[in-house]
């Protein structure tokens, strides 16, 4: 299907909700039949567009009636529409044929989907955007033999026969989720089980599912995520909320890892570890990644994007948690070194190439194309910006209330610095520049030291108000002045001192910025 550009000043919000979902799965690696039932309410919009991709599309009823509906390419349209209704479509998919690997597809010998971020539509007919958040029941249906493990989002409610050497599973899931975040995975898996006590005292059914025979590897992975589990508790307060929390890995899933609520999927290389060959930085990696999908329930899943232009809302502010995490976990200073080196290695060269784009772009062709180190690690870096303004009680107070107002809603970059701005009475409208520019910003930095008077002066290329942490040392290392700044002017400095100062800039790498500014070999043995 040919795409058209996709502009962010286009976005028009729906204007109904679409109360619960149920969707009942017959599977077949070659033939899944899917039957969908949606519940509208409160539909004023003028029209309802339904997007399906790859599927054969069977009885359409409205109300118990055959519907009326034009069918395009893409989508099918529904016109004057009921204030209050069910719909519901019988549809046809062909999991083994499916190349896109999108949707519901065979993923080696199980099936598995994979939906964000347009996934979805290639299972059923679906208003397919993120700030369509609803109520998903999910009934599977499989031979027992080719199907004995059969997985949905959310907390089982009822198993059973289905007849014909068949089973089935109930899946409800009594959070609403955007449908990207649906998943389903059947086929014959192994198993490690564990348990977590949460803060409040709930257990919590660990389950990490993996090829057959390879479940010995996911231990580290299963300790790693009780490890994400407190710590999301202890640092940030947000206890985990379903019974039930699984993790898929297998070595045929095409993708690196995925968030789905309560069912992340991964790709076995990035989450199984052998004793006897894993090196030390393979373990930190799995201890990251599992972390970092098991963040996202709150900062995604919970707070999810309004649309796809938002995506660094969530990619960005998890990839910093999965920083905060690994730092706690192991040593603060070499994890930020590796996080730099990362940056500069990755996100620097593409913010300096022809696919620069912004954090937050404002117009896409094709929005898998922005699932990249700016978004996510660029992106991380301008909420620990936010993070070394306001200090760490501050930034608490801040996501303490972006959950309070967002919680099981679709929003946008902007509420969520409204969240930080107005939880502690502070203005952000200048530093949300670096929302919308593109490339790294560079700082001319010029200093001088005469007849006692030191002087140093900062200019940068940019609008985005830069923090910038900065001390000046004297030649015994006893501190001259040490400051962290927040500026969108120019910044002028004079001292009056019996010596040079040595300044040491950009501490922690406070900013992702470059500068002109070249220390002496005395002045970098120094620091």
Sequence with gaps: MER??????????????LESVFLEFH???????????????????SELKLYYEDLELGAVILNREDATYEKHNGYILF???PDSFTLSIYSTIYPSKNSHLEGLYQSGDILATQNEPEGFRRITPFPDRPDVMTKFTTKLVGDEKEFPIMLSNGNMVERGDAGYNRHFVIWEDPFKKPAYLFAVVAGELDLLQDSFTTISGRDIDLRIYTDPNQAYRAKFAMESLKNAMRWDEERFGLEYDLDIYMVVAVDSFNMGAMENKGLNIFNS???LADEERATDSDYLAIESVIAHEYFHNWTGNRVTCRDWFQLTLKEGLTVFRDQLFSADMRDKTIQRVQDVERLRKFQFPEDSSPNAHPIKPKEYMEINNFYTF????KGAEVIRMIHTVLGEKAFQRGMNLYFERHDGEAVT???????MADANNIDLSKFSEWYHEKGTPHLQINESFENGTYSLKISKDRVAETPLQMTLYNSDGSILDSMGILFSQDFNLKIETVSKPIISINQNFSSPIKHNYIHSIKDALFL
């Design 374 to 377: 700016t978004v996510y690690e």
């Design 27 to 45: 599977l077949g690696k070659d033939k899944t039949e899917v039957f969908s039932k949606m519940e509208f309410q409160d539909f004023k919009d």
């Design 4 to 17: 058209e550009k996709i502009y962010l000043k286009d976005y028009k919000p729906l204007n109904f909700e």
């Design 413 to 419: 970059t902007e509420e969520f610095l409204s969240a």
């Design 79 to 81: 016109r004057e529409l």
């Design 269 to 271: 290389s990035y989450l």
